[in-house]
């Protein structure tokens, strides 16, 4: 085996395969009786508003958390080369590692007092 | 553990290699951008009430130190440092000082309160009123306005390094960095809102494509050399085989579109007069004088180093921008109507003459370029300083009717006024006189046919700004003065600011020897 | 080293002894699949999968039987001997049942959502290691589909892509308890991915290796669950946040969401979340059992016996299977135990707690490791007959000392906002004093307000204005 990433096709072509397979057998086996009721938003007989698909607003909260969690997951990512070469790299890494540690603790510390981590 | 394949060994990365770092060279940078984390810290923890002056103190702090760092530690440790990424040499190390003393002066004018609780032009809230309730209660609930100064700190260190930068990834990194700050200052106005957050998107959208030019651009230059190291694409451009050629022009072009867009060329200006008008007015100074500082300093950098070689493919391009940056820029500078506007095509215009200079491919040329970028930076702080002042009923009064009569009832003002427009038309005695003919003398000696042509363009388009300007000052003088615009009294930092700029201005147009010799002898690029 | 070389070298940034020190080790895979043909890696893809499959139908069956017998009844013992066929027969129930799309939901992106969740469940275990090198059909081959060098933020990045199958399935539904659900469900996940990418730094720290092999290899004399224990515990800790699981299934709380984001889908498809959810638990704990409890190495007594004969060849299945299940019983336990957390205090935690503290330890134990790297000195001094680096006794002990001061703080504070919370309340209470009437508590007095007669105008003024 000379690519290693190969493999993971095969398990993911299974899943896959999985998946398509019993959905599609549910499809051709399961019954099909027509309601319209049935095809309703699971409300309480009223539509659902504003619309979920394709329009309506969710809280800002979502998109903040979503941004925030970029730049500290990206943050985060960039400890981990430097965690594997720790053992080839010396102090100077670790000295550098506490500087920007440092650093993301800053914005964090903003980001926190500001208000940003708050949920309601 | 060596029970590594053979199939696994072929994407094996080589050891890990510590980069050497040259802290004394970079040291300058350090420092405003440990002010800028600093100022973050404040912003997080200080009171309130005393967030102001901490974070003005905590400003002016850091720049003064970068500054006497840089003077005293960085000269003598030029070189190339952080793998190459960052080339601490003559003209990075004059761009990084003008750039540090010109913001040192737009913090100074950006810290003016008029008496006010925070900085006057600012507002803590995007939907309050000046001096509503809600105003206040914005800044009670602790949205002050002092994240400017941060904001400023970060920004220029995105600027610090721009020049510096030894290969485009860095370059594009201070790009984002100078640029996203930025971004946020335009939008933070306090009065006439809608405009400020108008200019703060058209800046955003279009400083997006202008980065999406630059990137893409710097992918086919990479395509094309193999590397993303201006020295590297230098040799590549002189030593390649031909087979990828079709790449090399594309991505000079590109990074270029990038690169002049920054510094407001025609035809990449469309943004400038919108957002120099819309954006807070010391923000505007900032922008007009440190961006352009920053951004000439890296096209210098590019241009020199990494692109000379195969001038002759795409000096025609820049030839003809510069050309239509003069002629567009004082030509429709006569049209305004607004004093930002007309400030703001000004600027344009002296684009095109900077462009001029560089054109040249000379050492004299880059000392030109330098000089120019000096003299232009503190006339321009000086001169949005004194437009901040002018007002009707509390806002600025940048409608030029406003202007009529001022001389008469503020001469001081209108005085240093005039003086500093006399210097942006290029009279003699001023420093606009002696930067342009830093900035031309070496197109004419070392810029062939287009050199003189484009001097010729030049000289005429400064006669047609000096028409604009001189119509200012008799406007100032001889018409009878407005109902209600008065110059604010402004606080000792706003007239310091005002003072130093006004002073370099005539400085460096009476005895300017020592600031181009300066110049001359920081011209080197290192490669 | 003297303190000067270290200033010198944190200053000029060259660290002087690197060759010296720097071991020869490599950050690359150690299992060795040069023995293994490509159909070799189906077939193993092909048992990996039936495995999970296999699992997953147990721990349903075993899930319903705990919480069952912890609730004092006896849970699904008809279908099958002790009920085990139970999960298979809902499976197939499910499979006959109809196949609702509901009118407003966007057609292909809700049939996308559910294929998308369940086939990013299966990928994940391609790089756990279940055992050592095995013969298998001739050809000596280690028991692991595939192994890279950045394995485990392969498993991050396709738990990633896994909750593409949650956002899109409460997207696209049409409804807005899925809309919802999904939405928090993803906020749920990203939050806690942080902190849990966090913890595992330090397992990179001490393997100096992403790759999962290594990683198991590196572990042959002491699991890490020791030195990296608080990392263990926030992993152990995210993984519930990140699964879904309770108490943190804020995704779906019935309560409050009906079924969450997937509260529209029936038949297969609901399967399919069903059958990711718990394929998640399994990636999840295989992840937990590699990084902290040594893989599919033999438990340390057993180990020793017979110089190691339980570490080799099909055993490491066994020790793996018994580990990963320890994980799935403490996720049923879990969920027996304890109720659903607030929102808020779940992001609280992750945010406010879990992701700062993290990074302090991950800082520690860049320190301990530097110690034992000896970057930070040489010098060891004699304690109790052994002999232990003064850097590392140095550093241990200021952690210690950190952490005992930081617990004092918290302390002290907590005991305040007790004895804040338990102050009786005043006597006398001004019903007006907020601007708006507030009635008084059990023994409170009322100060009533001061009649208009008695001179001053003001309190009349303050009453007409706080009522209208």
């Given at each position: 085996?000379?690519?290693?990433?190969?493999?993971?096709?095969?398990?993911?072509?299974?899943?896959?395969?999985?998946?398509?397979?019993?959905?599609?057998?549910?499809?051709?086996?399961?019954?099909?009786?027509?309601?319209?009721?049935?095809?309703?938003?699971?409300?309480?007989?009223?539509?659902?508003?504003p619309h979920a698909a394709g329009g309506g607003r969710v809280p800002i909260k979502y998109y903040l958390t979503a941004m925030l969690f970029i730049i500290f997951d990206i943050e985060s990512v960039f400890l981990y080369p430097f965690a594997v070469a720790f053992n080839q790299l010396g102090l100077f890494a670790l000295v550098e590692m506490v500087l920007f540690v440092l650093t993301v603790f800053v914005a964090y510390a903003y980001v926190w007092r500001r208000g940003g981590l708050e949920w309601d | 553990m060596p029970a590594v394949t053979v199939s696994f060994a072929s994407a094996l990365p080589a050891a890990f290699q510590a980069t050497q770092v040259d802290y004394k060279a970079i040291a300058p940078m350090l420092v405003v951008f440990g002010g800028a984390l600093l100022g973050v810290l404040v912003e997080a923890f200080a009171p309130r009430r005393l967030r102001?002056?901490?974070?003005?103190?905590?400003?002016?702090?850091?720049?003064?130190?970068?500054?006497?760092?840089?003077?005293?530690?960085?000269?003598?440790?030029?070189?190339?440092?952080?793998?190459?990424?960052?080339?601490?040499?003559?003209?990075?190390?004059?761009?990084?000082?003008?750039?540090?003393?010109?913001?040192?002066?737009?913090?100074?004018?950006m810290a003016e309160r008029f008496g006010g609780e925070g900085p006057d032009a600012f507002t803590p809230m995007g939907a309050s009123v000046p001096g509503s309730p809600q105003e206040a209660a914005a800044l009670r609930a602790g949205l002050a306005t002092s994240e400017v100064f941060p904001l400023t700190l970060f920004s220029l260190g995105g600027m610090m390094l721009f020049p510096a930068a030894g290969d485009l990834l860095t370059m594009f990194i201070a790009l984002e960095v100078l640029s996203l700050p930025l971004y946020l200052l335009c939008g933070l106005a306090r009065r006439r809102r809608l405009l400020s957050q108008e200019a703060a998107l058209k800046y955003f959208l279009l400083g997006a494509f202008s980065s999406a030019f630059f990137l893409f651009g710097a992918a086919l230059l990479y395509g094309y050399s193999g590397s993303v190291y201006l020295s590297d694409i230098a040799k590549a451009v002189t030593t390649a085989s031909g087979d990828l050629d079709g790449l090399l022009l594309p991505g000079v072009v590109l990074v270029l579109v990038g690169l002049l867009f920054k510094v407001a060329a025609v035809p990449f200006h469309s943004w400038t007069p919108d957002v120099y008008q819309g954006a807070p007015t010391p923000v505007t100074g900032f922008m007009a004088a440190a961006t352009k500082i920053a951004a000439f300093g890296a096209i210098l950098r590019l241009v020199y180093v990494g692109l000379e070689a195969n001038r002759w493919d795409w000096r025609g391009g820049v030839i003809v921008v510069a050309a239509l940056t003069m002629v567009v820029g004082s030509v429709l500078s006569v049209t305004q109507t607004d004093i930002k506007r007309l400030l703001a095509y000004s600027s344009i215009a002296h684009a095109g003459f900077v462009l001029v200079a560089v054109l040249a491919f000379d050492r004299l040329g880059v000392a030109g370029v330098l000089f120019y970028l000096v003299a232009y930076s503190f006339t321009t702080i000086a001169a949005f300083a004194i437009v901040s002042m002018v007002r009707q009923g509390g806002s600025e009064a940048s409608h030029l009717s406003q202007w009529a009569g001022l001389g008469r009832n503020h001469p001081v003002v209108a005085f240093v006024f005039a003086f500093l427009l006399l210097a942006f038309a290029g009279i003699p005695l001023t420093s606009g006189f002696t930067a342009k003919f830093a900035a031309f003398a070496p197109a004419l000696a070392h810029g062939g046919t287009y050199g003189v042509w484009l001097v010729v363009i030049g000289v005429l388009c400064s006669v047609i700004t000096a028409f604009v300007y001189f119509r200012l000052i008799v406007l100032m003088y001889f018409t009878k003065p407005v109902e209600g615009v008065v110059a604010e009294q402004v606080s000792p930092l706003t007239t310091v600011a005002i003072t130093v700029g006004t002073l370099a201005t005539l400085v460096l147009g009476v005895v300017p020897a020592q600031v181009l010799e300066l110049a001359k002898s920081s011209s080197l690029f290192l490669r | 080293m003297s303190n000067a070389t270290f200033a010198l070298e944190a200053l000029t940034g060259i660290p002087q002894h690197l060759a010296a020190l720097a071991p020869a080790t490599t950050d690359n895979p150690k299992a060795d699949f040069s023995d293994t043909p490509w159909w070799l890696s189906l077939v193993k893809a092909l048992l990996i999968f039936v495995y999970l499959l296999l699992s997953t139908l147990l721990v349903i069956w075993f899930e319903r039987r705990v919480i069952g017998r912890m609730q004092q009844r006896p849970g699904p013992n008809r279908t099958g001997p002790f009920g085990l066929l139970q999960t298979l027969a809902d499976g197939m129930k499910l499979m006959l049942k109809e196949d609702i799309t509901p009118a407003a939901a966007d057609r292909v992106v809700y049939s996308l959502a559910p294929l998308i969740a369940a086939t990013m469940a299966f990928v994940s275990f391609a790089i756990i290691p279940i055992g050592p090198d095995v013969w298998m059909f001739g050809h000596h081959t280690p028991l692991q589909l595939t192994d890279l060098p950045v394995a485990v933020l392969l498993v991050l990045a396709v738990a990633g892509i896994g909750v593409?199958?949650?956002?899109?399935?409460?997207?696209?539904?049409?409804?807005?308890?899925?809309?919802?659900?999904?939405?928090?469900?993803?906020?749920?996940?990203?939050?806690?991915?942080?902190?849990?990418?966090?913890?595992?730094?330090?397992?990179?720290?001490y393997s100096g290796s992403m790759s999962t092999s290594q990683i198991v290899a590196a572990q042959s004399s002491l699991w890490y669950i020791l030195p990296a224990f608080f990392s263990f515990v926030v992993y152990v800790i995210t993984m519930v946040g990140e699964t879904n699981r309770l108490p943190f299934d804020l995704a779906e709380g019935e309560g409050e969401l009906t079924g969450g984001f997937h509260t529209e889908y029936s038949s297969m498809r609901f399967a399919m979340f069903y059958l990711a959810e718990y394929i998640n638990m399994f990636t999840v704990s295989a992840l937990a059992t590699t990084m902290f409890l040594g893989g599919w190495q033999a438990p340390p007594g057993i180990a020793a016996i017979n110089s190691g004969m339980f570490n080799h060849g099909w055993w490491g299945i066994l020790w793996f299977t018994i580990k990963l299940w320890i994980f799935m019983w403490f996720f049923v336990w879990l969920r027996g135990s304890l109720p659903r957390v607030r929102y808020d205090q779940f992001m609280r935690l992750g945010w406010k707690f879990l992701i700062p503290v993290t990074l302090a330890w991950v800082v520690a134990v860049a320190f301990i490791r530097g110690a034992q790297l000896g970057y930070l000195g040489d010098s060891t001094v004699g304690l109790v007959g052994r002999e232990f680096p003064v850097a590392t006794l140095v550093i241990v002990g200021v952690i210690a000392a950190l952490a005992l001061g930081a617990t004092w703080v918290w302390e002290g504070k907590q005991a305040d906002k007790v004895a804040r919370e338990s102050a009786p309340p005043p006597e006398r209470i001004d019903p007006y004093a907020g601007g708006y009437p507030v009635p008084p508590m059990p023994g409170q007095e009322l100060v009533e307000p001061s009649p208009a007669i008695s001179g001053s105008p003001t309190p009349v003024a303050l009453k007409e204005d706080t009522r209208g």
């Open positions: 085996m000379t690519n290693p990433y190969v493999p993971l096709l095969f398990l993911l072509a299974l899943g896959a395969g999985f998946a398509v397979l019993s959905v599609g057998t549910s499809l051709v086996v399961g019954p099909k009786r027509y309601n319209r009721a049935k095809l309703e938003a699971y409300e309480c007989g009223i539509q659902p508003s | 102001y002056l901490v974070q003005v103190g905590v400003a002016v702090v850091a720049l003064v130190v970068a500054f006497v760092v840089l003077v005293t530690v960085s000269v003598h440790d030029q070189g190339i440092t952080l793998a190459r990424a960052v080339v601490i040499d003559g003209p990075a190390l004059f761009l990084q000082g003008t750039l540090l003393a010109i913001t040192l002066l737009s913090v100074l004018t | 593409y199958g949650i956002v899109l399935a409460g997207w696209s539904s049409g409804s807005t308890y899925p809309l919802v659900g999904g939405l928090r469900s993803s906020a749920q996940v990203i939050s806690y991915e942080i902190a849990m990418g966090l913890a595992l730094v330090a397992v990179f720290l």
